[in-house]
């Protein structure tokens, strides 16, 4: 099948946190999914000193209001002995309580020593494509 879209033109990254050592919970900002039907959640580890936990948790607004955690949105515990994994959390809109009008995700990660890690939050398949490529540093064609 032969696809006319680029990638970059139905996936925009979102929210992520950059390589880095990792010592501390932290979230992602919260980002709105008000024009994505998915998002997806790509966490990339390196050297592990622990273990390190993800989950993905929903509020009302960007800013947070009324955060509770999405329900079967969180990764099976990562040791010591997963360096260099590769982990996923694909999620549908209609996942989320939209009915307690919650439309913004953020992913928080939770480390259990020092651990390298670098994560992305991507929002696909967009209600009104083409996405923007402003979070792009660059696109080859």
């Known amino acids: 099948m032969s696809y006319t879209n680029r990638w970059t033109e139905v996936t925009n990254p979102l929210a992520e946190i950059h390589p880095a050592a990792v010592v501390a ?20 580890m390196g ?7 993800l989950a993905l948790y929903q509020a009302t607004s960007t800013a947070g209001a009324g955060s509770k955690a999405i329900t079967g ?9 997963d360096d260099n994994s590769r982990v996923a959390i694909e999620l549908q809109t209609e996942e989320l309580d939209v009915d307690g009008g919650f439309d ?13 890690l670098e994560l992305t939050i991507y929002g696909i398949i967009p209600r009104f494509p083409p996405v923007p490529t402003t979070n792009w540093d660059e696109v080859i064609d």
């Open 73 to 81: 949105k969180s990764i099976t515990q990562l040791t010591a002995t």
């Open 47 to 53: 050297a592990m000193a622990g273990t390190q936990d």
């Open 25 to 44: 919970a932290s979230y992602t900002s919260y980002v709105s999914l008000a024009n994505y039907h998915r998002a997806v959640v790509v966490m990339h």
């Open 104 to 116: 913004c995700i953020a992913a928080l990660q939770t480390p259990g020593g020092t651990n390298i």
